[in-house]
């Protein structure tokens, strides 16, 4: 075949003028444009009938593609196109918008071919593997048969190309070809010219191939090789979802029947022995002929040699009933394997006497119209519904006012839409139909329909009305797709849960492993094959004996087994597995068979092992760390307690066998608040924490920390309690001595700093009063009307108010520490602390920078206390500046800020003192808070200031923390919860 590409039109109709080449015009949509004179006569098609049409309908979808995909690749070979209609194409001549075919007679095609080319054309492009052998020494070995020809589908499997092959024997290219018996048959067909078929073989382990071997008469070996591998692995297949369709069956609505390739029945469903009036047993010791009416055994002949030989088959048949009525049933059949075959029964007999009755008599259809068990509709010639009968209401969940008038597309889905638009039109001109079209109901649910219909016609043979019955047919389809799918979902299933399957027949020794199974030793099925032998080699060493007198012990007593050993992987690796097992009779075969489990257990063994580990070391965790635990399930009414609660206790641990025992140890200030405790943690899922003080066996007073979480179930009842006692007396009798012992400090530091501050009060106080006794004096002696008056006048009043301020500030600071809680201003403190030892700061020679934010929110804290940390803070920061620069200089900078700011989505206020001296050593900062640890001279201070300001700090459940570095100074920051959030807490 020629392809041309033509661009100048003229030069076209030259070469297309000739009617005598047969030339056909074709759209580059492949629809026919034209035919010239001799082509209708070879096709036997008139020009009514092919313009227009698509070209894949005139020469078969099949030859339409090998035409289409020689276009697309521009691709000159010689192109049958439809032999059944004796013509092929010679020559493509391609314009911009056309095509031009043309086309000869198949016949003058062949003379031209000589018997060789024909016999080489057909040769080399048969779907069948084929090979041609020379034959020497009367062909004793593989050796003596020598390839002459191997045709493309014989390179392909064999992987090489012609010349590779060509002149070598088939030793040298099919490895282990001796083992196989082939060459056996290549002898015995050599030497009595019998033609051979070969059953299935398998070529390394891998391949299927079924084999014919003839004799030509020139005394070559002449053998087709068939790829049976799919066939084969499809049986394997479905051999291994054999109990998940067993089970399909017995649920399935219809007759489902199981033969054998002789036709007896292997098994049969609870249907089929409904439908037949047989019993099972009496089923199974039948033919399936023995069932089937007289006159339709022939077919039902044909039915059974069309599923042997194209896998399927469709159609009706009559059978007896064993009361000896006949009947009819819709069959349709498939190919489980080889020799089995699955059938799919429904009794139609109602349908069928419904559906001839409507076909002999319209007015007797009418009848029956509304009792009819199958759904009924009548539609007009534009497809809109005229009547249905209370089936199909029933059916899709319409009322019949619903129904009437509408387009019948309406109660399709677009798939169907799509579908009765092309077959509407078709049912018309041919007065009958049976398809099947996807309906919704009037919940939008899917289903499949089956329909038979005809045309009903008035008396001149006009169209009147379609006639339809209508059968759901949904749950058949989903039961075959779900037949189907089984195979799949059982791996899968498999794969998800680690769990193998087995069954293992002890007589015949037959065995089959799921792949899950063979993945969990490691292997591929295609390494090894399912044997137990192989198997028990695998279980290590030490185990081996056990589970062969288990496995027989199970098989001796008929009982079922399960056992935890280790198998030695493909890899060398051993791992954990639980196999458990049952063993039943085959009543068939007469045979004891085993089946069962095999589940990689390893992880859990590991989980297991890690967890006996975890719990001796919770065991000394307990004793070193003096807490103790319980763990109550309420469901199982069981309680588990560790030694650790009786050692605390210091009683027997065999004594103690309730954690509510330690109730009778608390003492009797506490005991109500610990019955409380223990009824709360059975009404909450919180966490509910508990500090009480019990007097042990041995009467010593200890203090214990309690904390208890309670888990319910989706009813909201109790499940468990999970609860942690931990022994605090050590750390409780240490925070009591601690608190005292601060609380003396504190009282020591007050005093001190009043001894400072008086001194500085006492300085501060003399020049106000010379001031006062000064002016006074000029008030006396001067005339009250001077100017001068005025402003001595105002200055004495300024200094006295300034003294008055000090004097009273003093006096709040000195009082102990039994001020109370309440709600202030940071910024307010800051000033009332500043007034005490802002003379100090500007005698000294320090710049005082204040950054305090307006409109902060309150503080809920003693402010005396506050008053005390940040004096503190102020005289660190003014020691540290004159250390750094003992005179006056313009970096002798003090800056004190506050601001709000969220920590942790919490709001905190910020107090910071920031100092311009030499910053804290990295060596020292981590001692910083240490009690009496300072950087000062001993004269100087005592190191108790900043450990006391955090204690303070932490009271108030805020932060005290600073930020310092070498030659550029030390901020101190101090964080407040304001009110509202201590509110919240």
């Known amino acids: 075949m020629a392809i041309i590409n033509i661009t100048n039109k003229k030069k076209l109709k030259e070469l297309i003028s000739d009617v005598s080449d047969n030339i056909i015009e074709v759209t580059k949509a492949y629809t026919i444009k034209k035919n010239w004179s001799l082509l209708q006569e070879n096709l036997l098609y008139s020009d009514n009938r092919i313009i227009g049409k698509k070209l894949e309908k005139i020469i078969g979808q099949d030859y339409f593609l090998k035409l289409k995909l020689s276009i697309d690749n521009n691709q000159e070979k010689m192109l049958p196109v439809h032999l059944e209609k004796q013509w092929f194409v010679d020559t493509i001549f391609i314009s911009d918008t056309r095509y031009y075919f043309r086309v000869k007679i198949i016949d003058d095609y062949y003379i031209n071919l000589s018997k060789k080319d024909r016999f080489l054309n057909l040769f080399e492009n048969i779907a069948t593997g084929v090979a041609i052998y020379k034959v020497n020494n009367n062909g004793e070995?593989?050796?003596?048969?020598?390839?002459?020809?191997?045709?493309k589908m014989s390179c392909k499997k064999a992987g090489k190309r012609k010349e590779e092959i060509i002149g070598k024997s088939i030793a040298d290219i099919v490895e282990g070809i001796e083992d196989t018996g082939l060459i056996e048959v290549f002898k015995e067909v050599y030497e009595t010219g019998i033609p051979q078929k070969l059953k299935v073989t398998k070529f390394e382990d891998k391949y299927w191939f079924e084999n014919s071997v003839y004799k030509l008469p020139s005394g070559e070996i002449v053998a087709s090789y068939t790829d049976m591998t799919k066939v084969m692995e499809a049986n394997e297949q479905l051999l291994k979802s054999e109990k998940r369709l067993y089970e399909y069956m017995e649920k399935a609505p219809y007759g489902v029947f199981i033969a054998s390739e002789s036709g007896g029945y292997l098994e049969v469903n609870k249907k089929a022995v409904d439908i037949t009036g047989y019993t099972r047993k009496e089923l199974l010791s039948m033919n399936l002929m023995e069932l089937i009416y007289s006159k339709d055994q022939e077919t039902a002949k044909q039915h059974f040699s069309s599923v042997k030989l194209l896998g399927e088959s469709i159609g009706n048949l009559r059978f007896i009933?064993?009361?000896g009525e006949i009947r009819s049933w819709s069959v349709k059949a498939i190919t489980l394997s080889s020799n089995r075959f699955l059938g799919f029964v429904e009794d139609i007999t109602d349908f069928l006497n419904l559906q001839q009755n409507m076909l002999d008599s319209e007015e007797r259809f009418r009848e029956l119209f509304e009792k009819a068990p199958l759904g009924y509709q009548s539609l007009d010639i534009e497809g809109y519904v005229i009547d249905v009968n209370q089936q199909w209401l029933d059916l899709l969940g319409y009322k019949?006012?619903?129904?009437?008038?509408?387009w019948f597309g309406e109660f399709l889905t677009e798939n169907g839409k799509d579908l009765f638009k092309k077959n509407f039109p078709r049912f018309k001109k041919l007065g009958k139909i049976q398809t099947v079209l996807e309906m919704t109901d009037k919940r939008g649910m899917p289903h499949y329909i089956d329909f038979y219909g005809h045309i009903g016609r008035d008396d001149q043979m006009n169209f009147k009305q379609t006639h339809c019955i209508l059968k759901d047919v949904t749950s058949e389809n989903k039961i075959q797709q779900e037949i189907k799918e089984s195979r799949e979902i059982l791996a899968t299933a498999e794969s998800i849960t680690h769990v193998g399957s087995f069954k293992h027949k002890?007589?015949?020794?037959?065995?089959?492993?799921?792949?899950e199974f063979y993945r969990i030793l490691g292997y591929k099925p295609e390494e090894i094959e399912a044997n137990m032998t192989f198997f028990k080699k695998q279980i290590s060493n030490e185990e081996q004996l056990k589970?062969?007198?288990l496995y027989n012990a199970a098989i001796d007593n008929n009982e079922s087994f399960e056992m935890e050993f280790k198998i030695i992987?493909?890899?060398?690796?051993?791992?954990?597995?639980?196999?458990k097992g049952s063993v039943r009779i085959e009543e068939k075969e007469k045979e004891i068979e085993i089946v069962g489990s095999l589940s990689d257990i390893h992880d859990r063994k590991k989980i297991e092992e890690n967890l006996k580990s975890n719990i001796e070391t919770l065991k000394q965790a307990e004793q070193l760390a003096k807490f103790g635990y319980f763990n109550e399930e309420k469901m199982k009414t069981k309680t588990f307690k560790s030694e650790g609660i009786a050692n605390i206790l210091e009683i027997d641990r065999n004594l103690f066998d309730s954690y509510y025992l330690v109730r009778d140890y608390v003492i009797k200030e506490d005991y109500e608040r610990y019955i409380n405790f223990l009824q709360l943690?059975?009404?909450?899922?919180?966490?509910?924490?508990?500090?009480?003080?019990?007097?042990?066996?041995?009467?010593?007073?200890?203090?214990?920390?309690?904390?208890?979480?309670?888990?319910?179930?989706?009813?909201?009842?109790?499940?468990r309690t999970i609860g942690v006692i931990i022994d605090e007396t050590k750390e409780i009798v240490q925070e009591k001595e601690k608190l005292l012992f601060e609380k003396k400090l504190r009282e020591q530091q007050n005093l001190k700093a009043i001894g400072t501050l008086a001194s500085g009060i006492a300085h501060e106080i003399n020049n106000p009063i010379n001031g006062i006794m000064n002016y006074g004096q000029i008030i006396l002696d001067d005339n009250p009307n001077d100017e001068n008056l005025v402003l001595y006048s105002s200055e004495i009043i300024r200094e006295s108010n300034r003294v008055a301020k000090i004097v009273k500030n003093l006096l709040q600071f000195s009082r102990q520490d039994n001020q109370q809680y309440g709600d202030v201003l940071v910024n307010d403190i800051i000033n009332q602390t500043l007034l005490l030892i802002k003379t100090v700061i500007r005698h000294d020679h320090i710049k005082l920078i204040l950054d305090l934010k307006e409109n902060l929110p309150m503080i809920y804290c003693k402010d005396q206390q506050i008053k005390q940390v940040i004096l503190n803070l102020i005289t660190n920061a003014k020691d540290a500046l004159n250390i750094r620069y003992p005179k006056t200089d313009l970096k002798k900078v003090m800056r004190i800020s506050t601001i709000k700011q969220i920590i942790d989505n919490n709001e905190y206020i910020r107090i910071a003192v920031k100092d311009a001296g030499n910053g804290i050593d990295e060596k020292v900062k981590h001692?910083?808070?240490?009690?009496?640890?300072t950087t000062k001279n001993k004269e100087d201070g005592t190191g108790l200031g900043l450990s006391i300001s955090y204690g303070i700090i932490s009271d108030h459940n805020g932060k005290l923390s600073f930020d310092s570095k070498i030659g550029e100074g030390t901020t101190f920051y101090i964080d407040l919860l304001t009110t509202e959030n201590i509110g919240k807490e």
């Open 506 to 515: 002890i007589t015949s020794k037959e065995t089959n492993w799921s792949d």
């Open 321 to 323: 009933t064993k009361k």
């Open 400 to 406: 019949k006012d619903e129904v009437i008038g509408k």
């Open 681 to 719: 943690m059975t009404k909450t899922k919180k966490n509910i924490e508990i500090h009480f003080t019990v007097k042990t066996a041995k009467e010593n007073i200890k203090h214990f920390y309690g904390i208890a979480k309670s888990n319910f179930n989706e009813k909201k009842q109790l499940e």
């Open 927 to 933: 001692k910083i808070f240490d009690p009496f640890f």
């Open 547 to 549: 589970f062969e007198k």
């Open 569 to 579: 992987r493909k890899d060398g690796v051993k791992r954990w597995v639980d196999m």
């Open 141 to 151: 070995s593989a050796k003596d048969y020598i390839i002459q020809e191997y045709n």
